[in-house]
């Protein structure tokens, strides 16, 4: 769950950030997917790190 929310959340403000400096849609979609992709990859790090310190 935290992985997706977190590709979710990243794509989010890739967008808005994005739209935020006037940029084209392949700019805001670019920018949705980078987010995206990079706090995905967060929240997998983080679910395996509490899954470590769980178990």
Avoid: C, H, P, W
């Avoid at 949705?32 to 995905?40: K, R, S, V, W």
Wanted: proline letters at 0%; a positive charge; aromatic letters at 8%.
């Amino acid at each position: 769950m935290i992985v997706i929310a977190g590709a979710l959340l990243g794509a989010a403000l890739g967008g808005f950030n994005a739209r935020r400096r006037n940029g084209s849609a392949a700019d805001i979609a670019q920018y949705a997917a980078a987010y995206g992709i990079l706090f995905a990859l967060i929240g997998l790090l983080a679910t395996i790190a509490i899954e470590k310190v769980l178990l």
